[in-house]
């Protein structure tokens, strides 16, 4: 298209509400605004990328055999009363009402509705398996919308969901969609993991994260680059050092330690590592103390601790002062030698250690040379976050923690859904059996904007050939030189012809203004037309390197074409 007819609107300085690199960049190189907190309208730039985006999921998708639909956002509260999650929802949901007080939930997701499709019109094994999808707008009031399109209140999502007949057609579901995603964040241009997820008490066999590696993310994943195996710091596992202790194992003491309750100052203290000190957490949970016992290098891990406990990290708290008196301690000085009416819960690496500290349950007392199994006894198991540097626990590599955007998520539903709504078939055996379920998410939205955030310099976008809005921009240096314009039409002509998205910068603009905007928008190749076109003479660059080429314009179109083979 001709840049002069087109709804381009760069700027210069990016809004003062923007931290990150992708919501600035969006808004400067005119791909959305904000109508609202959380609340964007996309402009054709903008558009263009998305549809880019939504055609590699549709391509990839199709190519597994699941089916486009489109649901409607307007979702009556009867459906989510049936899968008992009106009330479970909280605040997160956009409520509304008719005009005749019946309500309405703006969906969030979409679990119930496809359920409810699938359930009407499917009853046989013969037609399952089936995998249904969408792309559309979601609506979630998240308490901090916020990172441009990373946090959005309204966002658009791809939502597919299997039905199967059972856990194997389950397991092949998921992997096909595994797959899919894959693919998909890898034409993106994302450098991406796929971490196994923690599914909480709410269950479900199994669930995978696909996380776009990058510093804005907001969650902490570690990686084996030695194997695939890779986490989400809740649910990450290590494997224990190989430490066999030679030391004896001496007789437990108590000793003074002054207003030392904290790890830091007793290992000062002490003049000893905190690795040699276990450190006592305390929890009250449903009336009961639980006593998590780490080393004091070491963080708790809250989501494998509730997983042991059977709960939720919300139903836990921390046990107060007079919890930890009424167990017959001291707070400060808490420890799991003779404390009774306490569960104790030991991590793994306390088991490894010889001689160690814990608090004595005494004010301005702790016991030196401690042994687990000799002094006190409890559960052993894996309590601690793995961080940078733990080994690998499928491989024994180091591992390595980045931080990651969560652009898509896979979810093993199994018959949550189906029981709870009745979504059954008949068996070959003519039985009625609840369909096994799965659902599959990709915010779309969020991968634009993690595109951006892995692709850019400081002077703009730079997008991957896939996605990009155009693939390349002509720009003649004065517009108002006829051989440079005619030039420019032609090569636009050409560029076209063989299929490709082109901008004609026809504007009258300095060509400074024309590169920089070239720049900012991130068109991956630019061809600009001077005065060397009466030497048959164009320059061509790509938008991820500085060079700058100058070539003959009989060979451009090749050069154009190997340019696009190359990338794709
Ligand atoms: P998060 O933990 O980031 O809130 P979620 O677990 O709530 O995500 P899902 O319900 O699994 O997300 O939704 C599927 C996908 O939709 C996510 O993987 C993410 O890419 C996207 N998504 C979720 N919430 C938002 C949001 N508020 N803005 C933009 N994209 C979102
Ligand atoms: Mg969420």
Redesign the pocket.
Known sequence: MYMSKMFIPTLKEAPNDSEIASHKLMIRAGLARSLTSGVYNYLPLGLRVLDNIKNIIREELNEKDAQEILCSALQPRELWEESERWSDYGKEMFRLEDRNGRAFCLGP?HEEVFTNIVRREINSYKQLPINLYQIQNKY?D?MRPRFG?????E?I?KDAYSFDKDEAGLNKSYEEMYDAYGKIFSRCGLDWRAVLADTGVIGGAGSH?FMALSEVG?SDILYCNNCSYAADKEKAEFMLENQVCEEVKLCCEKIYTPDNSKIEELSTFLGEKRSKIAKSLVFKVNGKLVLALIRGDRELNMVKLANELKTIEEYIEMASEEDIRGAGSEPGYIGPVNLENVEILVDREIQQLSNFYTGANEKNYHLKNVNFGVDFKGKVLDLVDASEGDKCPHCGNLMRMERGI????LFKLGTKYSNLMQCNFLNEKGENMPMIMGCY???V??TLAAIIEKHHDDKGIIWPLEVAPYKVIVIPVNHKDEAQMNAAKDIYRSLRSIGLDVILDDRDQRAGVKFKDADLIGIPLRITIGRKISEGIVEYKERSNDNIEEISIDSLLQRVQDFIVKKN
Do not use: A, D, K
Request: aromatic residues 4%.
């Open positions: 997701t979630r998240e399109l990373l946090r959005s209140r966002f999502m994260q907001e969560e652009v898509g998520q998410g990709i915010g939205t969020r």
